[in-house]
């Protein structure tokens, strides 16, 4: 998608242009960032409006297409939070791939971070788990998957000895 090209811009000028520039294309990106979010925000509202309640949401049809789920995140409209995402992307990884991710578990989900457990993953199946859960919820934190540590059980006395 052109996002990715729009970021690779914008590090771009981070790096090399004077502060006021910078300053000033930020504020433009995100003059126009607001006007194509409430645009399509009453879109959204006018096209549901219109339809039977049985039909669903235009924002729900809309969730098929992954394009569209990218144009709804990047306008802060998507209906679902970015935990509800993250459990729904957990649940696919579970149906894709069975075994290998016997024990996946969603430990936090916010802005600073996506993390699960996961234990004995193996590497291709941990690029695999991280990817897919990034592509889902792009709007938390950076994933990872951390390592909880294992719980020992104390031995039992039998009683005086």
Do not use: F
């Amino acid at each position: 998608m052109s996002l990715r090209r729009v970021e690779e811009l914008l590090d771009a000028l981070e790096a090399d242009a004077p502060a006021d520039v910078l300053l000033a294309v930020r504020e433009l990106v995100a003059l126009l960032l607001d006007a194509h979010r409430q645009g399509l925000q009453a879109l959204v509202a006018r096209a549901d409006e219109g339809r039977d309640a049985d039909a669903g949401s235009v924002t729900d049809a809309l969730l098929d297409d992954p394009l569209l789920v990218d144009l709804l995140l990047l306008h802060d409209l998507h209906p679902d939070p970015p935990a509800v995402r993250a459990e729904r992307a957990l649940a696919s990884l579970r149906e894709d791939l069975g075994d290998a991710v016997d024990g996946l578990t969603l430990l936090r989900v916010d802005d600073e971070a996506l993390e699960v457990s996961l234990p004995g993953v193996t590497p291709q199946v941990g690029g695999v788990v991280l990817q897919r859960l990034t592509a889902l919820v792009p709007d938390a934190g950076p994933a990872r998957i951390v390592e909880l540590p294992t719980r020992r059980l104390l031995p039992l006395l039998a009683g005086p000895a």
